[in-house]
């Protein structure tokens, strides 16, 4: 990758991943687009930024032909449970950013990475274990776009040697943006919470178990898999990766290791709570590690100690 189109920077992964990859390859070399301007001052000032409507292919197009791009990271979305709400929506948003980022990258040849979820799952699919080839029946719109994201990017790569890769994300707990209409979003509200010293009202039962991952080990699985050496993939879209899984008890429990005083209470909500129940427990990663030496640093304690540090320091300002 030399010259790179990150489109949806302004959202949770965007607007990491866009620091993350302007640290590696040059500010220069990092396009930030999104449909809303301005972004963070991080993005905005670190390198070029355009306003991009990526349901639009002619937007989408401009920008690649103008800074002769190589690798598109496609992460416009809607979340699983924002999507519910809305199914057209989710799904025109969706598909439309994915179908115009594969035909452009056909068109001037360049790499795609457009995140799938463990949303691409539902409750026929074993949820203990998940293995990564296995069955795919969501009943989320969110994750009928995913389903429908990874069987087209295969496809782009098997008729058109479109170089697509793409991971099945869980749930990503970051410090820089907040996810918003997600099912997994829980588990980065409850940092916030207790580190402004509130009580937390959580959305999922207790032992409803989902697999989660710290922003630092997404960012580095997506450049990671696109870095990879293809002739080792013997899948691509999309990889299962996951770094921890827990239920709200336990990562109640473990911040309360650092805060004695924080209190969690339970409101369920029902459409939250039966997508989460549809997704797996925990999947099985050993593809990824296989195939492109993934690996995670954080477990359930290190993100915890890191996120309470971080976000004590924001709100003691
Ligand atoms: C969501 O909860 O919708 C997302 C996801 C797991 O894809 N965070």
Not at 302 to 313: P, V
């Amino acid at each position: 990758m030399k010259k790179i189109l990150v489109l949806g920077a302004g959202g949770q992964i965007g607007s990491e991943l866009t620091t993350y990859l302007r640290s590696i390859y040059g500010g220069n070399n990092v396009v930030a687009a999104d449909v809303r301007l301005p972004m963070i001052d991080a993005i905005m000032q670190g390198g070029p930024v355009e306003q991009c409507d990526a349901t639009q292919a002619a937007q989408v197009a401009d920008i690649v032909k103008r800074y002769q791009i190589d690798a598109i990271f496609n992460l416009v979305a809607i979340l699983s449970a924002k999507a519910e709400m809305n199914p057209m929506l989710g799904w025109n948003i969706g598909i439309g950013a994915l179908v115009n980022c594969l035909e452009v990258a056909r068109e001037y040849h360049c790499a795609v990475f457009t995140p799938s979820s463990i949303g691409a799952f539902g409750p026929t699919t074993p949820l203990d274990g998940t293995p990564q080839d296995t069955i795919q029946r969501p009943q989320t719109i969110y994750g009928v776009t995913k389903v429908t994201g990874e069987l087209l990017s295969d496809y782009y790569y098997k008729r058109f040697q479109v170089d697509t890769r793409s991971v099945r994300f869980p749930g990503l707990i970051s410090n820089v943006t907040l996810p918003g209409g997600g099912t997994t979003d829980y588990a980065v509200d409850i940092y916030y919470a207790a580190a402004r010293g509130e009580q937390f009202t959580c959305p999922l039962k207790p032992g409803t178990l989902l697999d989660m991952m710290y922003m630092p080990d997404a960012l580095h699985a997506a450049v990671q898999l696109m870095e990879a050496d293809p002739s080792r993939l013997i899948h691509r879209n999309s990889f299962n990766v996951t770094a921890m899984h827990f239920a709200p008890e336990e990562i109640y429990a473990e911040i309360c290791k650092v805060k004695p005083d924080f209190k969690m209470v339970y409101e369920v909500e029902p459409v939250k709570q039966s997508i989460a129940e549809s997704w797996p427990n925990w999947m099985d990663d050993s593809c990824a590690r296989a195939e492109w030496d993934f690996k995670p640093q954080y477990d359930l304690q290190a993100m915890t100690r890191d996120m309470l540090q971080i976000l004590d320091a924001r709100f003691a300002k």
